[in-house]
């Protein structure tokens, strides 16, 4: 089932996530590309969620912390959520309840991000980071 939730009803089920998606592309680039008007895919305006002790949690926390890092400078874009099954207990590792989530990165710049929206962003623009983000 697919339905639209706001992006503050999201939560993150994680304590952490890397600084880049699988295809090598930063959090920080991905985020200025999309601010700087590219369109974004179906891929990366949909998002899985599950429902758990009454509230919504990600399974894709990357591109969570990216949307609502873009919500700051675009605040109406919409998302599709569709609903899952938490399958994996192991992966939920939020420890406060997904308020926050700590990006790793460098030993030398890793840090807790206390709400999603004190990262640093990067000004070039890539128009192919959209593609196969997952």
């Known amino acids: ?3 639209e939730l706001s992006l503050n ?3 993150y089920s994680q304590d952490s996530i890397s600084n880049t998606f699988y295809n090598g592309e930063t959090l920080d680039k991905v985020i200025s590309t999309i601010i700087g008007g590219e369109t974004m895919t179906d891929n990366m305006t949909k998002i899985a969620v599950f429902k758990e002790y009454g509230k919504y949690y990600a399974c894709d926390n990357r591109k969570l912390y990216v949307l609502k890092e873009v919500q700051r400078s675009k605040p109406n874009f919409k998302i599709t959520t569709k609903f899952v099954k938490l ?3 192991s992966k939920f590792t939020t420890k406060n ?3 926050s989530i700590r990006i ?3 030993p030398s710049r890793s840090g807790t991000v206390g709400r999603p929206n004190d ?3 990067h000004s070039s623009h890539n128009n192919s980071v959209m593609d196969d983000l997952d």
Do not use: L, P, Q
Request: with cysteine; hydrophobic share 15%.
């Open 119 to 121: 990262a640093k962003r």
């Open 9 to 11: 009803e999201i939560r």
């Open 87 to 89: 399958s994996d207990k």
């Open 97 to 99: 309840d997904g308020t």
């Open 1 to 3: 089932m697919c339905t």
């Open 104 to 106: 790793r990165r460098s």
